[in-house]
């Protein structure tokens, strides 16, 4: 083995495995540092999506409960006045509708007839009970409920109040509906957040007669889903499409590249009140921050590994050749011509050779004194 070529090539490639080992254990842990951002962004949309919905659901159950605890709703449901119900009502309804998203108001009366639908006065005296349990339940047992649900007028937030007259005999039932469309709208103004709303097509085919069929068009099905609420239609058909959604019992997060962005994709399971799945809800954010941060970072690790990779490689190479190869060719030459009996030269700059080969120069010293005298001797 030859120490003047393999010791600086194993130096070296000690240098290399040590720093680009360093590096990645460095990217890692920065990798690491980014999941976890983009989980807490995951989280932070999850969390934001489904406080919205149960303030949705508080919201439309106090409305509903507010309409039950008026006594001339109630003496109007038991006289069976819809057109005075209506007339009561009506502005109401209108203001609601405008200004908070209030989509359905409907009275029923048991066990789940419809009474009046302030949304549809036209349509009414229809069973419920085959398609909204909630409205079922309320009348059975009695106590309020709140949660979502596929009605005449389409999906919505529900919030479902019992009706007593003034000596507690139930009348029946009173539900505020809060559309989803206004709902995912005020969170993308106020969260920059991009969402859509996927209700499973038979249901809305079985039980949303009211709704315009443009809705259900082809534009709109994602395999057995209808996108019924975007915010953005064309971003979350790139986002989710029919695989993605086909089967959401839990929350489901995935990265997707779209219109030239690194997006977060969140999808929740609708269920109603009673667990029955009714749909997705899907939430996507720009996650191009945290990824571009990864990649100037990478790249900043490699910059940084080859500077010093090179850096090291070249100061070795220096300190071997300068203070350890130079003066070991230099003695060996020196010791050759000790062998072969020429003339010795002295040992120009030993001066600079270290500590520990200065005991070979001084022996080299002496034995070309030593042979200096001898050549002067007669």
Do not use: C
């Not at 507010?66 to 005075?84: E, I, N, Y």
């Not at 029946?172 to 559309?179: A, F, H, L, P, R």
């Not at 315009?212 to 019924?228: A, W």
């Amino acid at each position: 083995m030859k120490f003047r070529r393999n010791a600086p090539i194993a130096i070296i490639l000690a240098i290399v495995i040590i720093i680009a080992g360093s590096a990645f254990i460095s990217s890692r842990l920065f990798s690491g540092m980014t999941d976890a951002v983009e989980a807490d962004q995951f989280r932070l949309m999850g969390a934001i999506v489904e406080t919205a919905i149960r303030d949705a659901e508080n919201k439309a159950l106090a409305r509903a409960e507010l309409l039950a605890d008026l006594p001339s709703v109630q003496k109007l449901l038991a006289a069976g006045d819809r057109t005075g119900l209506e007339a009561e009502l009506a502005r109401m309804f209108a203001n609601q509708k405008a200004r908070h998203g209030v989509d359905q108001a409907q009275f029923h009366i048991p066990p789940a007839t419809s009474f009046l639908r302030l949304h549809d006065p036209k349509t009414f005296g229809d069973d419920l009970s085959a398609f909204r349990p909630m409205v079922v339940a309320v009348n059975r047992d009695r106590v309020p409920l709140k949660g979502a649900a596929v009605a005449r007028s389409g999906p919505a937030i529900f919030g479902v109040a019992p009706v007593f007259d003034q000596g507690g005999k139930h009348l029946g039932s009173v539900e505020i509906g809060i559309d989803y469309g206004p709902l995912l709208a005020g969170l993308k103004t106020a969260y920059g957040i991009d969402l859509a709303l996927f209700i499973e097509e038979a249901s809305l085919k079985q039980y949303a007669q009211g709704v315009d069929p443009e809705r259900m068009g082809e534009q709109n099905r994602v395999g057995r889903y209808i996108r019924f609420e975007s915010t953005n239609a064309q971003l979350m058909a790139e986002l989710a499409g029919a695989e993605d959604v086909a089967v959401v019992n839990e929350p489901v997060r995935y990265v997707r590249d779209a219109q030239g962005l690194v997006r977060g994709v969140l999808l929740l399971p609708v269920n109603s009140s009673s667990g029955t799945p009714l749909g997705v809800i899907a939430a996507t954010s720009d996650f191009s921050a945290s990824r571009a941060a990864v990649n100037r970072s990478l790249i900043w690790q490699a910059v940084i590994t080859l500077i010093a990779i090179v850096f090291l490689s070249g100061f070795v190479l220096i300190v071997l050749r300068g203070f350890v190869l130079r003066p070991l060719q230099v003695l060996g030459q020196r010791f050759d011509t000790v062998s072969a009996g020429e003339p010795l030269a002295p040992i120009v700059g030993s001066e600079t050779f270290p500590r520990e080969m200065q005991p070979f120069v001084a022996l080299y010293d002496k034995i070309r004194s030593r042979r200096s005298e001898a050549d002067k001797a007669p």
